[in-house]
Nanobody, 115 residues
Framework: QVQLAESGGGLVQAGGSLRLSCVASERTFSGHNMGWFRQSPGTEREWVSAVTWTGGGTFYADSVKGRFTISRDNAKNTVYLQMNSLKPEDTAVYYC????????WGQGTQVTVGS
C-alpha cells in the first residue's frame, strides 16, 4: 500500500507564500503523473494541479494559475507545490495523490490564509 505524507502547511497572511511537499513510499513513483488536491470544510475535494511523470508537463486549475507552481523530484519520491500570492479562499487541507486519485489518501496538510 502506497503511503503519502504531505507537509509544509501553516498559517500565512494574504499575499504570503508556502511550499508544500509530498513524499510517496511507492518505489515506482517516477512512473506516475501526480496531482495536488484540496478540500475546505463542507466542500468536495477539488483538483488543484498536476505534473506528468517526467515533470515536463504541468497543469493548473484556473483559480491558482499564475500563483502556484507544481514540481517533482523523482530521486526523492517527492512532489512539491509552491504557493505564492495566497488568498483567503486558498484555505483548505491540501493532499497529493496519483492524478487519478487511486492511491490511499494521506493526512493532508492544513493551509490557512488570513485576510
Amino acid at each position: 500500500q502506497v503511503q503519502l505524507a504531505e507537509s509544509g502547511g501553516g498559517l500565512v497572511q494574504a499575499g504570503g507564500s508556502l511550499r508544500l511537499s509530498c513524499v510517496a513510499s511507492e518505489r515506482t513513483f517516477s512512473g506516475h503523473n501526480m496531482g495536488w488536491f484540496r478540500q475546505s470544510p463542507g466542500t468536495e475535494r477539488e483538483w488543484v494541479s498536476a505534473v506528468t511523470w517526467t515533470g515536463g508537463g504541468t497543469f493548473y486549475a484556473d483559480s491558482v494559475k499564475g500563483r502556484f507552481t507544481i514540481s517533482r523530484d523523482n530521486a526523492k519520491n517527492t512532489v512539491y507545490l509552491q504557493m505564492n500570492s495566497l488568498k483567503p479562499e486558498d484555505t483548505a487541507v491540501y493532499y497529493c495523490n496519483r492524478e487519478n486519485r487511486d492511491w490511499t489518501w494521506g493526512q493532508g496538510t492544513q493551509v490557512t490564509v488570513g485576510s
